[in-house]
């Protein structure tokens, strides 16, 4: 079949006019039409039927539009792929990462990438850390920062960082002038926590468990901004991670991070792949680079 046919198709499937796609393709609109036709002659029923001024999908079009996205996607892949290996250091890589990450881990290592590589360029999402939530931005992405470790065999991990946790409370918390502090002494304290099926928020419930109390938690929030954010107005104190130096919260301000001593209070992250796709040679580059990075512990140090 005729790419440019099939092309064509699904630019009028989406919504676009005949008229629109002779503009955009520079080609006649009785060509767009006749490659439509021929389209359609080959399936042997119609794809598009008018409905006033517009094209409308039949069901068979409906249908034959999900195969039609998906092979056109794969051959855009392979294009990519293709000019890729020709000039590598033009490509783009799709990186998903927690939210937590992005205000330090991810802008390093992107830096530090494309200095050696400044043609490449970044398609950046934010996923949650919530066990149940889709791999890889649901195969969107090709590589993903964060702390949740697949267990599907169709994706890979490698260990990055270890994570230390902080108790933060207000500066002016009768607590704040410590150093370190074991979870048991603020057991009648009230806390400030992410939503229950978040991985941090479970990390935190099971360390406050193991230290013999079960958190009164009076606020969750959906993000640790917010959380830091009701922690400076003194509702209560929170279990995040520790500010690194150079983000914004380790700027000084009104939260003051306490190191916690008991055991365990700290967070794995981890990069992941999907292990039935080849990755792109960007995507490929920067997944070395960032393993490269990390054996070499190249990743910004705590606040002091």
Not at 201 to 206: I, K, N, P, V, Y
Request: proline share 6%; net charge neutral.
């Amino acid at each position: 079949m005729d790419t440019d046919a099939l092309r064509w198709f699904q630019q009028v499937a989406d919504g676009t006019t005949v008229t629109e796609v002779s503009e955009l393709e520079m080609v006649t609109q009785s060509g767009v039409s006749r490659a439509l036709a021929r389209l359609e002659a080959q399936l042997g029923t119609p794809l598009l039927r008018r409905h006033g001024r517009t094209l409308r999908l039949t069901h068979a079009g409906a249908v034959f539009k999900r195969h039609v996205d998906a092979l056109l996607h794969q051959l855009d892949d392979g294009i990519a792929a293709v000019n890729q290996l020709i000039e590598p250091d033009t490509g783009t890589v799709a990186l998903a990462f927690q939210q937590s990450v992005g205000t330090w881990l991810v802008p390093a290592l992107v830096r530090s990438f494309r200095t050696a590589h400044p043609q490449v360029s970044f398609q950046l999402t934010q996923v949650r850390d919530e066990a149940h939530a889709v791999a890889l931005d649901d195969g969107r992405a090709d590589l993903e920062i964060g702390t949740r470790r697949g267990r599907s065999p169709s994706v890979r991990t490698r260990l990055i960082a270890v994570e230390p946790l902080r108790l933060a409370l207000r500066a002016d918390h009768p607590l704040a002038g410590r150093d370190e502090i074991g979870l048991a002494e603020v057991a009648d304290e009230p806390f400030i926590s992410l939503g229950r099926t978040s991985a941090l928020r479970r990390l935190g419930d099971e360390l406050c468990e193991r230290a013999g109390f079960r958190p009164e938690v009076v606020f969750e929030g959906d993000d640790l901004s917010t959380v830091r954010g009701f922690v400076a107005a003194g509702m209560g104190v929170a279990i995040v991670p520790a500010p690194r130096a150079g983000s914004p919260e380790a700027a000084p301000g009104p939260v003051r991070y306490l190191e916690i001593t008991d055991p365990g209070a700290a967070r794995e992250l981890v990069l992941s792949w999907s292990a039935d796709r080849r990755l792109l040679p960007s995507a490929e580059l920067f997944r070395r680079h960032v393993i490269r990075s990390a054996s070499a512990g190249r990743v910004p140090a705590l606040s002091r």
